[in-house]
């Protein structure tokens, strides 16, 4: 009898079949192909199927998903393991156990042998021909709970506590990543972890965790919502929008509604729909008030859009409300991206001030800028909020030309487009486009300090293409 193949044939077989068929292909099959190509047993052949190299690699799989379903810890080890792969049999126990975990039964792992086919059919009879498999009685009684287990296991489908939390943590870590992370990674994360999600909530019947998979969820389709408006797809942004509002919604979860209202009053503001971005400000602040910062960030939202609209008394009245709702809001509930930081406040501040337009307004814009751009300047540059401080840069130059004062221009303008080019966000590309047309202005225009900013920022403009793609850099 020839020796069995290397372990690394049969997970070479498994990459084939996972290139040819996806995440979809047939567990089952593909281990009855390594057995029949490679020689293992059955029991070896569905490790290897399954994708562990190693038996130890499958003993701690099989233990952290014992954990997941609720079972008690088992004493399963390496060792014993691997004498079921050399051939030998579990007791009923662990045989039902490892029938659950392959999501197969008994005759497939080899533990059991199969007398198949049927007897033949009388042709008299009326009912179908019983098959009738020579098994002991204790295997016997193992097919028949294995049965048993499997139908129970279509009734109730539990999804494991710790899957709930690796999704949390897979969420919190990509709201982390994401200010200094390219957009177009982050969105393929979180369409991975969404889909994940939907995927569970589907298949979960326990009223609690259906909540908190709803919850994460929610929280996905903003980041998605968020991306899609970084890369300058407004549409796509509000229908993730939509969806995660709908989320929030059947889970009556008021901080994700907040969050994901300031995030279309952002949208509609880019859009030039002051009237709108209000109003959706406004939604936001009108849900319960919780801890955390989503209602400053609503505020400072509503600011900028009365600004846009010349309602300098009531701008004045909202960035007044955002220093009132941070003396109360304590810690942050949601790092990175869902976060709404101090710096971020100051430069939404200096973007209302600066957006008014108005020349007496301008050193208080400067001042809220240059607090900004000190903030984020102070964070380790792997982690720095390039973005926003592009935003803070940009509304500092613009309210100090407001001023007439010229001096530094360029050093504030260079990093925004040595940034663009690292990493397109095109909110920041269109506030360029802004600062391009304050730059022709006839007073400015003349000046040598301007003018060179100005073809620079040109430069920039015309050789970063306004594609979806550009947000890969």
Not at 125 to 132: D, I, L, N, Q, R
Not at 178 to 198: F, K, M
Request: hydrophobic share 40%; net charge negative; aromatic share 6%.
């Amino acid at each position: 009898m020839a020796e069995p193949h290397e372990v690394r044939c049969g997970l070479e077989q498994r990459e084939e079949w996972r290139a040819e068929q996806g995440e979809s292909m047939d567990l089952h099959a593909l281990a009855e192909h390594i057995r029949a190509h490679c020689g293992h047993t059955q029991f070896k052949a569905y490790r290897i199927a399954a994708g562990y190299r190693r038996a130890e690699d499958a003993v701690a799989a099989f233990h952290r998903w014992t954990s997941d379903q609720g079972f008690s810890r088992s004493g399963m080890d390496p060792r014993s393991w691997q004498n079921w792969e050399a051939g030998g049999r579990p007791g009923a126990h662990y045989a039902d156990l490892l029938s659950r975990f392959f999501s197969t039964n008994v005759v497939r792992l080899g533990f059991v042998a199969d007398y198949s086919p049927a007897l033949p059919r009388p042709e008299s009879a009326t009912e179908p021909a019983m098959t009738v498999p020579c098994l002991s009685p204790e295997e016997l009684l193992t097919v028949c709970a294995q049965e048993a287990s499997q139908y129970g296991a279509h009734l109730d489908t539990p999804i494991g506590a710790y899957t709930v939390e690796e999704l949390e943590s897979g969420l919190l870590d990509l709201a982390r990543a994401y200010p200094h992370t390219p957009v177009i990674q982050s969105t393929l994360r979180a369409r991975e972890l969404r889909n994940r999600a939907w995927e569970l909530r589907d298949r979960c019947k326990r009223t609690t965790q259906l909540a908190e998979l709803q919850r994460i969820a929610g929280w996905l389709c903003a980041v998605l919502a968020n991306a899609s408006f970084d890369l300058g797809d407004l549409w796509a942004a509000q229908t993730h929008a939509r969806v995660a509002d709908l989320h929030g919604d059947l889970n009556d979860d008021h901080e994700l509604r907040c969050w994901v209202a300031g995030l279309q009053a952002l949208i509609t503001y880019w859009d030039a729909r002051p009237v709108d971005c209000v109003d959706y400000a406004q939604r936001a602040l009108d849900f319960p008030e919780r801890r955390g910062t989503a209602r400053i960030r609503a505020a400072s939202m509503k600011a900028r859009g009365l600004a846009l609209m010349g309602r300098t008394r009531e701008m004045e009245e909202a960035l007044h409300l955002t220093d009132e709702l941070r003396d109360r809001a304590g810690d942050e509930t949601m790092p990175g991206l869902l976060a709404f930081p101090v710096a971020k406040q100051h430069y939404w501040q200096a973007s209302a001030l600066v957006g008014t337009g108005e020349a007496e307004r301008a050193a208080a814009a400067a001042e809220a800028a240059e607090a900004a751009v000190g903030l984020y300047t102070q964070a380790p540059e792997p982690a720095r909020r390039f973005g926003e401080l592009c935003h803070a840069r940009l509304d500092l130059v613009t309210s100090r030309l407001l001023t007439g004062a010229l001096d530094g221009i360029a050093e504030q303008v260079s990093p925004v487009l040595d940034s663009m080019h690292r990493r397109r966000i095109e909110s920041v590309m269109r506030r360029l486009r802004l600062f391009e047309a304050l730059l022709e202005r006839p007073q400015l225009r003349t000046q040598p300090l301007v003018s060179a900013v100005r073809e620079q920022v040109h430069d920039t403009l015309v050789s970063l293409p306004a594609t979806v793609a550009a947000g890969e850099q």
